[in-house]
């Protein structure tokens, strides 16, 4: 314990190197001195980005029971379908991702959001009108068109994420940044509250299999309307941050190139070696990393844990089709807590990357704190709901958005200015790598 104890003393009183001096710069490559001067227009734009870069996923988690109408008719697609929608998105998200990171000299960033925003609405548009047209497709024929569009969004989400976070990063103010993990943390509160009242809405009935496929039917057509609104506001919303800041006005544009394509030609970005970032990023990177690859049990875990109460007389907040996607709800409530965390100075750790890394590692502490609970009804060893809720899983979701905002935050002050376009780029790429990993692993997990 002592030993324990000197570690983190030494991380407190010892920096490793310092954060680089020398300012910020425009998005188009302007030098400022003292950083972009902060705007709350700027900041709902970067949250609006955020909440529309996870949206689309939460999305296709909830509409879960129409698919499964989709798919009764064949136990075995019905039975893998989840599993097929998990690798085709991350396999989808990582390589995609890793392709953009590589293409840095002539990146156009704000095209990239562009596109993704694009891709989701019609992505979603399509899901939409497969819920009132195209009824009598065999499951097969639907499966085929499932894994498209899953592929097509995991692109979306990955041009979303690298461009964003680079494009985020020229603005110099980690306030923005905190935007995009605030946002990414309402996507996933807000779709949990939605399936719960409309849970708890619905009368019970004796027999509702006549209505149940009707039901999902609606419930899905409405998600998938919902993740094509909120691409398309966010499109709009984007396109005035970029009039907005239109220093472009200083471009000279040659015939036949729009302001975006000047922008990336006069902005001089250079290519800059992955290596060199992860020697200048390696406590950061690791630590989201390490971060999210631990975050992706949770789901696994909270799909399975059930109530200490006696279902027979517990209240229908305490019934699987409710407290489960209650934990969830709790679990968000805390990730978007903590994503909060970093914006208050004296909370902030942008200057202790070693000290995130550790407790991105402290973290897996969790994992036997979830076998203590009633893991498949089969009894617990702390037999408290309060405990599974309130400890578990809002502790778990706080830790998940504090480390995680803390490098995303925290990782342009250690890089030049000319780098912190391809940082963002990087850093994006190893959340997602943390992901992908996580979520073979959450295999295990849910075999143990």
Request: glycine share 4%; hydrophobic share 45%.
């Given at each position: 314990m002592e030993r324990i104890r000197e570690i983190f003393r030494r991380e407190l009183s010892e920096t490793p190197y310092e954060p680089l001096e020398g300012g910020s710069e425009h998005p188009d490559g302007e030098r400022i001195e003292h950083g972009e001067r902060f705007s709350w227009i700027d900041y709902g734009v970067f949250l609006l980005l955020g909440v529309a870069m996870l949206w689309a996923w939460n999305m296709f988690l909830a509409a879960a029971p129409y698919f499964q109408k989709r798919f009764e008719s064949d136990e075995r697609l019905l039975?893998?379908?989840?599993?097929?929608?998990?690798?085709?998105?991350?396999?989808?998200?990582l390589g995609s991702i890793i392709i953009l990171t590589k293409l840095q000299a002539r990146a156009s960033y704000p095209k990239r959001i562009i596109s993704s925003l694009l891709l989701n609405a019609a992505i979603f548009a399509l899901l939409a009108i497969s819920t009132r047209q195209f009824l009598g497709a065999s499951a097969n024929g639907y499966f085929a068109f499932f894994v498209l569009v899953v592929f097509v969004a995991s692109l979306a989400t990955a041009l979303c994420q690298n461009g964003v976070f680079a494009y985020v990063s020229g603005f110099g103010r980690p306030e923005y940044t905190q935007a995009i993990m605030t946002g990414q943390g309402i996507a996933g509160v807000l779709p949990c509250i939605t399936q719960i009242a409309s849970v708890l809405s619905v009368p019970e009935k004796v027999d509702s299999?006549?209505?149940?496929?009707?039901?999902?039917?609606?419930?899905?057509?409405?998600?998938?309307?919902?993740?094509?609104?909120?691409?398309?506001?966010?499109?709009?919303?984007?396109?005035?941050?970029?009039?907005?800041?239109?220093?472009?006005?200083?471009?000279?544009?040659?015939?036949?190139?729009?302001?975006?394509?000047?922008?990336?030609?006069?902005?001089?970005r250079k290519t800059v070696p992955l290596l060199t970032l992860l020697r200048k990023l390696s406590w950061l990177a690791g630590a989201v990393f390490l971060n999210f690859a631990i975050t992706m049990i949770y789901p696994?875990?909270?799909?399975?844990?059930?109530?200490?109460?006696?279902?027979?007389?517990?209240?229908?907040?305490?019934?699987?089709?409710?407290?489960?996607?209650?934990?969830?709800?709790?679990?968000?409530?805390?990730?978007?807590?903590?994503?909060?965390?970093?914006?208050?100075?004296?909370?902030?750790?942008?200057?202790?990357?070693?000290?995130?890394?550790?407790?991105?590692?402290?973290?897996?502490?969790?994992?036997?704190?979830?076998l203590l609970c009633n893991l498949g009804g089969k009894g617990a060893a702390i037999n408290s709901d309060a405990f599974y809720l309130l400890v578990v899983q809002v502790l778990f979701g706080v830790s998940n958005g504090y480390v995680g905002s803390s490098c995303m935050m925290g990782f342009a002050q250690w890089v030049n200015v000319d780098e912190r376009e391809a940082a963002g780029g990087f850093m994006s790429l190893c959340l997602v790598a943390g992901l992908t990993v996580g979520s073979f692993l959450s295999f295990f997990a849910a075999g143990a």
């Open positions: 039975r893998n379908f989840q599993s097929a929608e998990l690798s085709v998105s991350t396999f989808g998200n299999s006549k209505d149940a496929p009707q039901e999902s039917s609606t419930s899905a057509f409405v998600y998938f309307l919902t993740a094509t609104v909120i691409s398309a506001i966010t499109l709009v919303a984007f396109l005035y941050l970029l009039s907005r800041h239109s220093s472009r006005k200083h471009i000279k544009q040659t015939p036949g190139e729009d302001e975006i394509e000047a922008e990336s030609r006069l902005s001089g696994v875990f909270t799909q399975q844990i059930l109530s200490v109460k006696d279902s027979a007389t517990a209240s229908k907040l305490f019934q699987p089709s409710s407290f489960i996607p209650l934990g969830f709800l709790l679990w968000n409530i805390g990730d978007l807590f903590g994503r909060l965390l970093p914006g208050v100075p004296a909370l902030s750790l942008a200057s202790r990357p070693r000290l995130i890394f550790y407790l991105s590692v402290c973290r897996i502490v969790f994992i036997p704190m979830y």
